[in-house]
């Protein structure tokens, strides 16, 4: 019953993108024909993606005679993953509600699949958000409605808190900095919507990340978060890439924790790293940040990284600390700001 009901609320949006508003179905023979409709939709990608893919081998002949390749088997696309990808490349990017047809497709797809399957699927799911949120940011540049209520934290009219029921339900939230607004995702959407499909490292990527967008890392060019909380970033990515080395989004972990440790041993624009270029003298912020890093996390190799840095800030051997910089922006462990 309950896979019928996703598959009828999935039917009736995918009609009413092709023909308009769908009434509720009145008699049975109308909701049968409204889902055998929508499945005739879905088997068509199907049979589409697996024509396009043919598992078939193929023939490779020299005419040279030299030599002759009976059976070259081309690697292939799963069918389940090839006709989600399908159907998300057939979305409108630049349409917010992409985003719930997209994630209802995807729980009538991979229900009862393998949590790597999952993973692979999510991971187009998480490139459709991400293209979304940029199209979403660069109408809001160009949008004449008046956010100043929002932003300053007054009741707003119907138009806005329309706008954002609409960010809500599909996975994105209306937010402010500066003076500017701006969208951004909504991890307690992906968590709640996906964790009972996705893998475990997944699961716990997705509640971290959660947690970092809560919390936030700068504003107004400084950093908001306390030392101790920036230690913690690093060392989690630390932990994680080393428990977790196959991840699917391995990649953006390496980054986020490359971004966390640079900051770390630069500082931040308005956080900087000495409290007088002139003294160099450590300012308070990263005195408290390494102390923390080494008393809590002395194994780490963060911490076997940082501390011969510390020591020579310490003693304002300040050549001393570019050359372990400059040999660390060598080896791809931080960024270059220069």
């Not at 030299?66 to 993953?81: H, R, S």
């Not at 964790?195 to 716990?204: D, F, G, K, R, T």
Request: aromatic share 14%; with cysteine; hydrophobic share 40%.
């Amino acid at each position: 019953m309950q896979e019928w009901f996703l598959f009828w609320n999935f039917a009736k949006r995918i009609l009413s993108k092709l023909s308009g508003k769908i009434p509720e179905p009145n008699i049975v023979m109308s909701a049968f024909l409204r889902i055998f409709f929508a499945s005739a939709i879905i088997t068509v990608v199907l049979i589409t993606t697996a024509c396009k893919r043919s598992s078939k081998p193929v023939t490779v002949s020299n005419k040279n005679n030299y030599q002759t390749i009976d059976t070259v088997l081309v690697n292939q696309e799963n069918q389940t993953i090839a006709a989600f990808r399908s159907f998300v490349d057939s979305l409108e990017n630049t349409d917010v509600t992409s985003a719930l047809l997209a994630t209802d497709y995807f729980k009538m797809m991979f229900a009862g699949q393998s949590k790597g399957l999952c993973d692979t699927a999510y991971v187009i799911f998480q490139e459709l958000m991400d293209t979304i949120l940029v199209k979403q940011n660069e109408r809001l540049e160009t949008d004449t409605t008046d956010f100043s209520p929002f932003v300053s934290g007054e009741k707003t009219g119907r138009k806005i808190n329309d706008f954002r029921g609409l960010l809500q339900k599909n996975g994105f939230s209306l937010r402010s900095s500066e003076g500017m607004v701006y969208i951004q995702l909504n991890y307690n959407y992906l968590i709640q919507h996906f964790s009972a499909l996705v893998s475990e490292p997944m699961i716990e990527y997705l509640t971290e990340i959660n947690i970092e967008h809560k919390e936030g890392f700068a504003d107004d060019a400084a950093i908001i978060i306390t030392p101790e909380k920036h230690v913690d970033r690093v060392i989690w990515y630390e932990n994680f890439i080393s428990k977790y080395p196959t991840f699917i989004l391995i990649d953006n972990c390496k980054k986020y924790h490359k971004a966390y440790f640079t900051y770390l041993l630069n500082g931040f624009n308005n956080t900087t790293l000495f409290t007088s270029t002139e003294s160099h003298e450590l300012s308070n912020y990263f005195a408290k940040a390494y102390s923390y890093l080494i008393k809590k996390y002395p194994d780490s190799e963060t911490t076997l990284l940082t501390l011969p840095y510390y020591e020579a800030l310490k003693k304002k051997q300040i050549a001393e600390a570019n050359e372990l910089l400059k040999k660390y922006l060598i080896k791809g462990l931080v960024f270059n700001l220069h």
